[in-house]
């Protein structure tokens, strides 16, 4: 999947998942600027909330 254009392909609470496996996250907001433009948050096994920020390109929605 490779994007030709910088329009990041989420939405601001849309369910997403890195490509290849880990813990399905909300997308929480957006930093266009950065390489590292999608702010993620999600609850782990111990209840701790995590953010975290990930390229667009390595997220994919979690319903695939």
């Not at 907001?29 to 701790?48: A, K, R, S, Y």
């Not at 667009?56 to 695939?64: G, N, V």
């Amino acid at each position: 999947m490779n994007k030709q254009i910088m329009d990041i392909a989420f939405k601001k609470g849309q369910e997403v998942r890195q490509e290849f496996g880990g813990p399905v996250m909300k997308v929480i907001g957006f930093e266009p600027e950065l390489i590292e433009n999608v702010i993620t948050q999600w609850e782990d096994d111990n209840g701790t909330i995590i953010t975290a920020k990930f390229m667009d390109s390595l997220l994919i929605p979690a319903d695939h």
